[in-house]
């Protein structure tokens, strides 16, 4: 499903309700973080990314899979989950408008946590319209089509009714089916993440036409790219990880000028 609401800042052409004007500053995009402790150099490049590199953004939309698996919002009674949603505040305080859209990780996140990061939650996949370019926002998940069986998973885990009963579990057993599901999963513990399956031609044709979109944005393949497509250009985030011996990361920035990739400061 399409969806397409306003949102509250340029990325829509509205005046902004933030506490400067929301003239032609930039739109930043990131994606696939896996925030989590056991990186703690990944942890502060995102500290110093909301900080100092998101000062001159009129918004900073982060596309999914900003943490490594999240199970419920009671999470946040962990320290570091708690750090992380109040460093994520300080935008909205500085007049820098946050949105997040759930990857399959994180898919969980909810009205507490996106309430104590100050985020507006954004429904995959979502249109906006940026300095008068149309632009469809993915997590790029659900452009996986060849993977069969995760996208069965996906329907299952995206449901509702699942979710509540999930949601139910006592806080033990849900870590402890995430944590297996990580263990057992090929994107687990090892790293650099591979992923077996890259998005589909037909998916992406589907997306750029539902979307009337010459543009889309979508993260999750860790393949980032910018790739000529037929229906238009198709940016991929990269991932982030400066945990294990490499320096992986970077953004996508978006002003009058155009879009750009770029690095990590
Ligand atoms: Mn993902």
């Given amino acids: 499903m399409l969806q397409e609401t306003p949102l509250r800042s ?21 994606s696939d973080l ?4 056991a990186i703690p150099h990944t942890v502060a490049a995102f500290e110093h990314f909301i900080r100092i590199t998101a000062e001159e953004a009129d918004s900073v939309f982060i596309l999914g ?3 490594e698996y999240w199970i419920g919002d009671d999470m946040l009674s962990d320290p570091f989950v708690a750090r992380m949603a109040t460093l994520m505040h300080t935008l909205s305080e500085r007049g820098i408008a946050l949105y997040i859209m759930h990857g399959n990780r994180d898919f969980l996140l909810g009205k507490r946590f996106m309430k104590m990061a100050g985020a507006i939650w ?10 008068g370019t149309r632009i469809a926002l993915a997590h790029g998940d659900a452009l996986c089509t060849a993977d069969r069986g995760y996208q069965l998973f996906r329907l299952f885990a995206r449901n509702r009714f699942a979710q509540m009963l999930f949601l139910a579990w006592p ?16 994107h687990g513990r090892m790293r650099p993440i591979s992923i077996k399956y890259d998005v589909t031609p037909k998916a992406v044709a589907a997306l750029f036409n539902a979307s009337k979109a010459a543009t889309i944005i979508h993260g999750h393949t860790h393949l980032p790219a910018r790739h000529r497509e037929p229906g238009g ?15 992986r990361g970077g953004y996508l920035r978006i002003d009058a000028e155009g879009i750009r990739a770029l690095p990590l400061d």
């Fill in 171 to 186: 806080f033990r057993w849900r870590r402890k089916l995430a944590e297996n599901m990580r263990s057992n999963s090929e």
């Fill in 122 to 131: 954004l429904p995959d996949p979502f249109v906006i319209t940026a300095f």
């Fill in 34 to 37: 896996h925030l989590n402790e």
């Fill in 10 to 30: 340029v990325a829509a052409g509205v005046p902004g309700e933030g506490k400067r004007p929301h003239g032609a500053r930039p739109l930043f995009f990131i």
């Fill in 65 to 67: 899979d900003l943490f």
């Fill in 233 to 247: 250009t198709r940016w991929v985030l990269p991932d982030w990880d400066l945990d294990h011996g490499g320096h």
